[in-house]
Each structure stands twice: as structure tokens, then as C-alpha cells.
């Protein structure tokens, strides 16, 4: 059934002219205690990392059956990063680096904390099946939805469920109709490894706000103390159905102070302010036993005030989270013996796994001619002159397609991502569409005077850009607070409420940023 689903989504996606855009107090639970005794983190650097473990590392749990030694890897904010670059790792040698640990290890487990799709020309074109599909080979346990998970409607999502095999977790998302949980995703998953029972919970953080307002308006998330409810019930329901350890998988972390990895000799321990801001640290006491973060692209390795590790391993394939564990039987107890991150540059040499690669045949013809060269780049282009660019390029488009418009501007939140800049050379799709890869249509709104002068023409928001047509130039210095005008923008800046901007058209055929300034580099304007 589901490789009849995934062969429809395939014919669709082929013959579609363009990518489409108050707490109640409760008791501890009797959970497994912690270990007292905190490990120092590995000293091993992304340049010594061992890629195989010793003889005297592989795991022994299985010659004394009281205990359960487990190996735990979690990948947070890959966007779709499946290709060797930037000096990490792609799929094809991750994959290489995983399936050894599988041998190499008794008790492996994978596990997504979210934003794995959107990002990359590989995985936008396949709607995330790439990844997915992927994931599938690796046996991943499960993936917590991210806000990026929604970049292209919820549609998406449930496609890329009914062919993934494994959950998709997030213990939050409600339907504001029913405001019952939606059906797409589960609120937690019960996996097994030598007899262990491992629960794991999946949530989506406070990232509403970060999602195309559009796609999320049937749906609300749960945050703040009723989200603290909602995981220690899930908890309490685990426990009794013989859980032994559970991991709490979420698409939130920390970000305050930057990095806490790799700048001590020993994991930082956080309080409960410092981390308060999306994590409640009463589910430390007995509810929750180890914590992978997500969305802040942060390299962290921390302690809560409950002794709970909590671990994020950057963004765009950067790291991998690791946690190496024991688990005694007897005593109901678990150690950590190692908490740390293994970066994917340290297995840029290994050699591609050869179903991961077959992926990239699989898929060509979504993918499409990505890696031709459309165009040069005479200089370093920075983020700041492709968002002026993009900028320019919307007022032009605008001014051609809704000629009986006055259009005063165009622009908007146009924000490069990782790399955010564009190297000097030839250049292809795929380096483009990476900078710029939303799939956010150009809508023709109206706005008040007052708000055009506040929230773009005298923007505070460094991440705004604006380009006046000849007729916005005319005015700019004039434009009556009371009044009403027209700017062109993307679904993004358009669907942000405090822009006050009101929807007229939308570009028909849809027309993305990545796909204007395509043209205008084939056209030659980075040379």
C-alpha cells in the first residue's frame, strides 16, 4: 500500500509545472534512577574520532543478562543536507558510519528530532521522499515533526508518513476542530532492545509562529505547562506499560550563551531558568530520562537540575548526538558512560553506502538537472546582497505581471540559509536553491501607510530588504500614514500578522526566490 502511495505522490510531483509551493501537580514517578557519578565528555575531537570501536568497546551486555548497554543517535536539523559539503558528511557515508555502529554495537537506536527535509535541491524536489526513504533503509525508530516538516502543507507530511516506517512523534499537534491530536503523528513510540522497553515521546516546540501561517490554520500546538501535562501523562501511561527508560525527543532547545560543546572539560550542568524557556525541568524528576533537542542548531551537551543529559547536535549534518549507556535490571538503574556528538566530518573518508546512493538514481527525475552550471559568480556575494537582489527582482517581476497596480515596493523577510553566501565560480541550481529554499509564492498585498513606513520602509529588522519601483520612488518620501498602498511580497512575509498586509493575488504560475534569481544569474547577473 504504501509503495502504491509513493509511486502517485512520484507521477504527481513529475508532471506538476514547478515545485509547490496550569500544571496539575503530580508525585515522582518510581522511574529508573540515574547514576550519581557524571562522566567526563569524550576528549576525542572531530579530527580523532574512532570511526569502529575497539575490541575492548564493542558491548559486552550480552554476557551478563542483568544488563543492557545501549547506543543512542540522534540527528537534529539535517534540512535535507544529503550531499558531501561544507568538509561533512552526506548520506552515503553516514549511512556507512551507522550500519558499521549496528555491527560494531548490540543496542543501537536511531532517532530524528526534526527538520530533516527542507533545505537542499535533492530533498525540496522529492518533497522530503529522499530523506524519508533513507531513513527507512537505516531503520530509524522515529522522526519528531519540526516546523519545517510543514514547509509544504500538511499534505506532505501525511504522504511521507504512510511511506515512512517509522512514527512520526509530536504529542502536541491538535486539530482545532476536534481538538483531538491530529492523525499524522503519535505522541510517543515503545521500542525494545534485549528485553529493555524504551518509550520515546516526541513534541514540537513553541514554533508556531515559524511556520507559513496558511498551512498550520487548521491545527494549534500545546506549549508551556498544559505541553508539561500532556509529556508527564505520556510518561505515567509508558511506565505502567513497562517501560524502563525514556527519552524525550523535541523540536525546541537551548540557545541562551551559545554552544555548551565543546568548552569544558566536563558536560555544563544548566538550572531550571537557564532552560526554562521551552523545557519544564519538573519532567526530569522520574518522567522523562534523557532529552535529544532540535531547531536551535545548537552544539550542546548539558545537565538539567536533575542530573537529566540533554544533547543537540548543530544543523545541516554537522554532528550526530551520542549517548552510550548502561542499564541495570536488578537495581532499576541506568549510567550514562558517554555523552558527546560525533561530527560528520570525522567519517568524510569512509567509503558510500551503496543503497544510499542508489537513492539519488531513484529519484532523478524529481531531483532534476541540479548540477549544471546556469551562470558564474564573479566575487563573494553575501546573504545581505543576494536578500537586495531578491529584493530587486520582486519589484521587477511585480511591476511586469500586475501592471495595473501602483506597486510601491517589493521585498520582504529574505534571510539566506546555510551557507548564506555564494563562493565565487560557476554556479548551479543546487547552490541557489540551498540559499534560498522556500517554496514561498509572491502575493500582491495591500497595506496602510503607517504600517508600510514601520515595517519595511524604516524596518528595524535587518533581515528585511526593499526595492521601490519607479513609482515608489516617487513617493517614498511622502506616503500618508492613513492611506493605502500596494507591495509585493512572499506567503512568509505576507502570512506574518503584525505586518498588518492584506492578501490580493498570488503570482499564478507560483514563482519562488531561488527561481528568480536562477534566471538572473543565467542571465548574467553575478558576472
Keep these: 500500500m504504501k509503495l502504491k502511495t509513493l509511486t502517485l505522490f512520484i507521477a504527481i510531483l513529475i508532471s506538476s509545472c514547478g515545485p509547490k509551493t496550569s500544571e496539575v501537580s503530580q508525585d515522582s514517578l518510581p522511574s529508573a534512577s540515574i547514576s550519581t557519578s557524571t562522566p567526563?565528555?569524550?576528549?576525542?575531537?572531530?579530527?580523532?574520532?574512532?570511526?569502529?570501536?575497539?575490541?575492548?568497546?564493542?558491548?559486552?551486555?550480552?554476557e551478563n543478562p542483568d544488563s543492557v548497554t545501549l547506543d543512542i543517535y540522534?540527528?537534529?536539523?539535517?534540512?535535507?543536507?544529503?550531499?558531501?559539503?561544507?568538509?561533512?558528511?552526506?548520506?552515503?557515508?553516514?549511512?556507512?558510519?551507522?550500519?558499521?555502529?549496528?555491527?560494531?554495537?548490540?543496542?543501537?537506536?536511531?532517532?530524528s528530532s526534526g527538520d530533516m527535509w527542507q533545505g537542499s535541491s535533492e530533498s525540496n524536489n522529492t518533497k522530503g521522499l529522499l530523506v524519508t526513504d533513507w531513513m527507512n533503509d537505516l531503520e530509524f525508530e522515529s522522526l519528531t515533526l519540526g516546523n519545517h516538516e510543514f514547509d509544504w502543507q500538511i499534505s506532505t507530511i501525511e504522504t511521507n508518513q504512510q511511506f515512512a516506517e517509522f512514527p512520526f512523534l509530536a504529542i502536541n499537534i491538535f486539530d482545532n476542530d476536534t481538538n483531538e491530536p491530529v492523525s499524522y503523528s503519535k505522541p510517543s513510540v515503545m521500542i525494545e532492545r534485549q528485553g529493555l522497553k524504551i518509550g520515546i515521546i516526541g513534541a514540537i516546540g513553541n514554533v508556531y509562529s515559524s511556520i507559513l501561517s496558511y498551512w498550520v490554520e487548521d491545527v494549534h500546538f500545546i506549549t508551556g505547562s498544559a505541553l508539561t501535562k500532556l509529556v508527564k501523562d505520556e510518561a505515567i501511561k509508558l511506565r505502567e506499560e513497562g517501560a524502563d527508560l525514556i527519552i524525550y525527543s523535541m523540536h525546541a532547545g537551548y540557545s541562551s550563551g551559545g554552544s555548551t560543546y565543546p568548552s569544558r572539560p566536563s558536560v555544563s550542568p544548566l538550572s531550571a531558568s537557564a532552560i526554562s524557556s521551552f523545557y519544564d525541568s519538573s519532567l526530569s524528576d522520574g518522567y522523562v530520562d534523557l532529552v535529544f533537542e532540535g531547531h536551535t542548531h545548537q552544539k550542546t551537551v548539558y545537565t538539567d537540575p536533575y542530573g537529566v543529559y540533554h544533547l543537540q547536535a548543530g544543523g545541516y549534518g554537522e554532528a550526530i548526538s551520542y549517548v552510550n549507556l548502561t542499564f541495570d535490571k536488578t537495581s532499576d538503574q541506568f549510567s550514562v558512560n558517554e555523552a558527546d556528538m560525533v561530527y560528520t566530518s570525522s567519517f568524510i573518508n569512509l567509503a558510500e553506502d551503496e543503497y544510499t546512493n542508489g537513492l539519488f538514481d531513484k529519484y532523478s527525475e524529481l531531483i532534476g538537472d541540479i548540477y549544471s552550471t546556469i551562470g558564474a559568480n564573479a566575487t563573494q556575494r553575501s546573504g545581505a546582497y543576494l536578500g537586495q537582489v531578491v529584493a530587486d527582482l520582486y519589484i521587477e517581476k511585480a511591476v511586469e505581471v500586475w501592471?495595473?497596480?501602483?506597486?510601491v515596493l517589493g521585498g520582504g523577510f529574505l534571510q539566506s540559509r546555510e551557507p548564506y553566501s555564494l563562493a565565487p565560480g560557476?554556479?548551479?541550481?543546487?547552490?541557489?536553491?540551498?540559499?534560498?529554499?522556500?517554496?514561498?509564492?509572491?502575493?500582491?498585498?495591500?497595506?496602510?501607510?503607517?504600517?508600510?513606513?514601520?515595517?519595511?520602509?524604516?524596518?528595524?529588522?535587518?533581515?528585511?530588504?526593499?526595492?521601490?519601483?519607479d513609482y515608489g520612488n516617487t513617493i517614498r518620501n511622502s506616503i500618508s500614514s492613513s492611506a493605502t498602498y500596494y507591495i509585493v511580497v512572499d506567503q512568509y512575509t505576507s502570512a506574518y500578522a503584525p505586518n498588518n498586509l492584506t492578501d490580493v493575488v498570488n503570482m499564478n504560475p507560483p514563482t519562488f526566490a531561488y527561481q528568480l534569481l536562477t534566471e538572473y544569474i543565467r542571465a548574467g547577473g553575478l558576472a
Design 426 to 469: 560557476a554556479v548551479n541550481v543546487s547552490m541557489v536553491q540551498e540559499l534560498f529554499p522556500f517554496d514561498n509564492n509572491l502575493v500582491l498585498c495591500s497595506i496602510r501607510g503607517s504600517d508600510l513606513l514601520s515595517k519595511f520602509i524604516n524596518s528595524s529588522n535587518s533581515n528585511y530588504y526593499v526595492s521601490f519601483s
Design 74 to 111: 540522534a540527528i537534529n536539523d539535517m534540512h535535507g543536507a544529503v550531499v558531501d559539503k561544507n568538509g561533512n558528511a552526506g548520506i552515503a557515508k553516514t549511512s556507512t558510519y551507522l550500519k558499521n555502529a549496528k555491527v560494531e554495537k548490540e543496542n543501537t537506536v536511531f532517532l
Design 40 to 62: 567526563l565528555i569524550s576528549e576525542t575531537t572531530s579530527e580523532t574520532t574512532s570511526l569502529i570501536p575497539s575490541e575492548s568497546e564493542i558491548n559486552t551486555s550480552s
Design 403 to 407: 501592471e495595473d497596480y501602483d506597486i
